[in-house]
């Protein structure tokens, strides 16, 4: 595709103008808004972002259906180009619109997240005179395949900086072959101001919830949660577990939500919009993945000031300061997440403390401030 783009698709190369002061252009790729993780961050970064210092505009491979078109912001330039099949007629197309976008807003740095817009987005920048190509990648890869494996060697010359969110993820992209100095880690935020004012968790009452916020896909181990909860719920009766999230995996733990027989102990929620309402009624907050990059539902319950067990994967233990401020327990181990619940349950003072520490620290070092004014400071030095 590159050859035959390239004398259609280049820019001329704007005449050399000095812009000490002028803010620095940045172009979004994804291909559709969602309130999952990563578009979350990324939907914070485009409004918190100091428009004195970062200009930004949005490229949507996709973003036709209505959800995505309701998370648009408002103050952001952007455009869909409904293209659901990369390698398809309608890519040359949607190529010669995001040239045409680009020759309006001129970027000088276009930012890609997941695999589609990294494929597309960052040979077509190089072959449109974009300054610099920035590709995210906040997971570990546990999911690559041979064949992503060979595009992600195909598009690693078009692209000048990979951004991760965790030391693991710089780890896991040298052992790929991406070059640790092109790798710059960039920590995630939470918004703080969202979880004001929670009362820290009593796990003293009658009725003790436990929560978690995951997508229903099997890297977050809700299965296995559940089959800790039917032995957790038979030895600490005061327990009731709930799933904020929705997904591909549904029917599945449907199916073994009827099987295990757990009735309103545990509840699948499905898609709550309002996550620091959810987690105002929770005492406990649990994340069992197998994987994570650095958890935006982790730093969710540590600004709510959660008592929180999490499995020992990614940055949660550096997220949870080695478990000053939270409960660490093997991956895929059913059993010392039970016994996890039930050590809060003996601990009620313990309880509280990990939520009091979890909150100071979301405040201090994982705010939304924080992680724009880093975002801003990584755009400036990679221009300059």
């Known amino acids: 595709m590159s050859a035959l783009l390239a004398p259609r698709l280049a820019l001329r190369a704007p005449a050399p103008v000095a812009r000490s002061a002028a803010p620095v252009r940045v172009c979004f790729m994804i291909d559709r808004l969602s309130r999952a993780g990563t578009e979350t961050q990324l939907l914070a970064l485009v409004r918190d972002l100091d428009r004195t210092k970062v200009e930004p505009t949005l490229v949507l491979l996709d973003g036709e259906d209505d959800l995505s078109r309701a998370l648009e912001p408002a103050d952001c330039p952007v455009v869909r180009l409904g293209l659901r099949k990369l390698f398809s007629v309608r890519a040359l197309g949607a190529a010669r619109r995001v040239r045409a976008f680009w020759k309006e807003h001129r970027p000088d740095v276009v930012q890609a997240y997941f695999l589609d817009a990294a494929y597309f987005g960052a040979p077509l920048a190089k072959l449109c005179g974009v300054k610099k190509v920035v590709r995210v990648r906040n997971n570990l890869g546990y999911w690559l395949t041979a064949k992503h494996r060979a595009l992600g060697r195909f598009v690693r010359p078009f692209v000048d900086r990979v951004l991760t969110n965790t030391a693991a993820g710089r780890d896991a992209l040298a052992r ?187 405040e201090a070092e994982y705010s939304r401030a924080a992680m724009t004014a880093r975002f801003a400071d990584f755009y400036r030095d990679l221009i300059a």
Not at 222 to 238: S, Y
């Open 176 to 362: 790929e072959g991406t070059p640790v100095n092109r790798v710059t880690v960039l920590e995630n935020g939470v918004d703080t101001a969202r979880f004001k004012r929670f009362v820290l968790p009593d796990v003293s009452k009658k009725v003790v919830r436990v929560g978690c916020v995951a997508n229903l896909r099997p890297v977050k181990n809700v299965d296995g949660l559940m089959r800790a909860a039917q032995v957790a719920c038979e030895r600490f009766p005061q327990l009731r577990f709930e799933v904020a999230g929705d997904g591909e995996q549904r029917a599945e733990l449907e199916r073994l939500h009827a099987e295990l027989n757990l009735g309103d102990r545990f509840v699948l929620r499905g898609s709550v919009p309002d996550v620091p309402n959810f987690l105002r009624g929770v005492d406990v907050a649990v994340l069992p993945s197998h994987s994570e990059g650095m958890s935006n539902a982790l730093l969710e319950y540590m600004a709510a000031g959660r008592a929180v067990v999490a499995t020992d994967v990614g940055a949660n233990a550096q997220l949870l300061d080695n478990g000053r401020c939270g409960l660490l327990v093997p991956a895929n181990d059913a059993r010392a997440l039970c016994d996890a619940f039930g050590e809060l349950l003996a601990n009620p003072l313990r309880a509280a403390g990990f939520g009091s520490a979890a909150r100071r620290r979301a």
